[in-house]
């Protein structure tokens, strides 16, 4: 299983665009990368999901270098209810367990 | 999306009593269902992975006498934890997904107190 490394924790201010990068160095060809947002006392949530280049969706940008050792998520202009933890995963689409190794994450905090 | 419901959302119990988590797909077939454990400040550690009308699968260190896994249904997993004690206070969280895409969808998470 391709393992992850994040930052442990960041800190921003509201209005400010994050970027937590992740690092995946072992990355198989068939694995994709998936990020999940995790509020206190909540189950995680389905952030984005990209294989390569740049993905982007209503929350969030994920961006892939060529090499795929590596991925940032981008969240723009974050507000306070961004404050959470985010999980960068790693694995193959068509092989669930791949995909069910949480890495330590990183504890985001929004300021004022 | 899909929803993933669990009951209890808190419970507490004394130690060497027995308490069921249910973990249940409101609006989609779950084949597969995961369940997991966190630690306060600490991420989320798989426990087991059980398949509809199948035995569950657990992860090493994971004692399965203790953790009993069913998933009689396409809907429903349940998890009961068997003589809890002090040290199986924790937040359990059940995740689903079905045969037809890739996606595990989770639940809000069971915070279990044993005293």
């Known amino acids: 299983l391709a393992k992850t490394t994040q930052p442990i924790s960041m800190d921003s201010y509201e209005g400010q665009e994050v970027n937590i990068t992740c690092s995946h160095n072992?990355?198989?060809?068939?694995?994709?990368i998936t990020w999940y947002q995790q509020f206190p006392s909540q189950g995680p949530r389905f952030i984005i999901q990209?294989?390569?280049t740049k993905v982007t969706n209503e929350v969030a940008s994920l961006f892939i270098p060529a090499d795929r050792k590596s991925s940032t998520l981008s969240l723009p202009r974050v507000s306070l209810s961004d404050t959470a933890v985010y999980y960068c995963?790693?694995?193959?689409?068509?092989?669930?367990?791949?995909?069910?190794?949480f890495g330590g994450g990183t504890r985001l905090m929004v300021k004022p | 999306g899909a929803v993933v419901s669990q009951h209890p959302s808190r419970v507490i119990c004394k130690s060497g009593t027995s308490v069921k988590i249910e973990c249940r797909s409101l609006d989609f077939q779950a084949t597969t269902m995961f369940w997991y454990r966190q630690f306060p400040k600490q991420s989320l550690m798989l426990m087991a992975t059980?398949?509809?009308?199948?035995?569950?699968?657990?992860e090493q260190g994971v004692e399965k006498d203790k953790f009993l896994i069913n998933h009689a249904s396409l809907t429903l997993s349940t998890l009961t934890v068997t003589s809890a004690h002090p040290e199986d206070s924790s937040f359990y969280i059940c995740?689903?997904?079905?045969?037809?895409?890739?996606?595990?969808?989770f639940g809000p998470g069971t915070r279990l107190t044993v005293t």
């Open positions: 995963l790693v694995g193959d689409n068509d092989n669930a367990g791949n995909m069910l190794t």
């Open positions: 995740s689903a997904r079905s045969d037809r895409a890739w996606e595990q969808y």
């Open positions: 059980s398949n509809e009308g199948s035995k569950a699968t657990y």
């Open positions: 072992n990355i198989a060809t068939n694995d994709y």
């Open positions: 990209g294989y390569k």
